[in-house]
């Protein structure tokens, strides 16, 4: 059973940074094997897909978050990365990883975890 742990939110100012990390643990789970996504809700807002990166690498961001987000993983640490850069007060929601399947749409495939919060401050 895979294990996902979402940490390295906080308060920042507007324009500022924050790095997410999405660790991975299970038996025979390796992040480069399969299409991890971040996704993200604010208060009262449905979740909406962030970034997402497939098995070979390639990326896709929200229009709300292109150019600003980068999303990459590192498979020694099995663990997926989210860079946030020029936040904005809207970026503001708990940020949550999971594995995805790509097609038509993508869809989350496993269940939710606590994710981590993510405020920005105008």
């Known amino acids: 059973q895979v294990q996902l742990v979402e940490s390295g939110g906080g308060l920042v100012q507007a324009g500022g940074s924050l790095r997410l990390s999405c660790a991975a643990s299970?038996?025979?789970?390796?992040?480069?094997?399969?299409?991890m996504g971040w996704y993200r809700q604010a208060p009262g807002k449905q979740r909406e897909l962030v970034a997402t990166?497939?098995?070979?690498?390639?990326?896709n961001y929200a229009d709300s978050v292109k150019g600003r987000f980068t999303i990459s993983r590192d498979g020694a640490k099995n663990t997926v990365f989210l860079q946030m850069n020029s936040l904005k007060p809207e970026d503001t929601a708990i940020y949550y990883c999971?594995?995805?399947?790509?097609?038509?749409?993508?869809?989350?495939?496993?269940?939710w975890g606590q994710g981590t919060q993510v405020t920005v401050s105008s």
């Open positions: 999971n594995t995805v399947m790509i097609g038509a749409a993508t869809i989350p495939l496993g269940s």
């Open positions: 990166i497939t098995s070979g690498g390639r990326t």
């Open positions: 299970g038996s025979m789970f390796s992040i480069n094997a399969i299409a």
